[in-house]
């Protein structure tokens, strides 16, 4: 069965960085778009960032510049590189499966990660 397993979430300063990992097994991962969502505490889960099969990325406007989705498919492992981070990146990150980004538009399906908080103290 599909099994999306994150890591690196933690307790950061502002300013500072962390790398998160989503492994995938159960998919023929390269074929499949990925994203990353997150929620904070009384907020909506949301996509920070998706990444096509092919490589095309998008980021949420609030993660510009300073997030960076990639990918590794002989690790079957996507990654999200934070940096510059501030207290509004607390939350819970997860990872998904997708279908595609269609119009500028990621397509989720219901495979999660079990999610990884990352904390960022101001």
């Known amino acids: 069965q599909v099994q999306l397993v994150e890591s690196g979430g933690g307790l950061v300063q502002a300013g500072g960085s962390l790398r998160l990992s989503c492994a995938a097994s159960?998919?023929?991962?390269?074929?499949?778009?990925m994203g990353w969502y997150r929620q904070a505490p009384g907020k909506q889960r949301e996509l920070v960032s998706a990444?096509?099969?092919?490589?095309?990325?998008n980021y949420a406007d609030s993660v510009k510049g300073r997030f960076t989705i990639s990918k590794d498919n002989a690790k079957n492992t996507m990654y999200l590189q934070m940096n510059s981070l501030t207290s509004e990146d607390t939350a819970v990150y997860y990872c998904?499966?997708?279908?595609?980004?269609?119009?500028?538009?990621?397509?989720?399906?219901?495979?999660w990660g079990q999610g990884t908080q990352v904390t960022v103290s101001s």
């Open positions: 998904n499966v997708g279908r595609g980004i269609v119009g500028g538009t990621y397509l989720p399906t219901n495979y």
């Open positions: 990444i096509t099969s092919g490589g095309i990325t």
């Open positions: 159960g998919i023929i991962f390269r074929l499949n778009a």
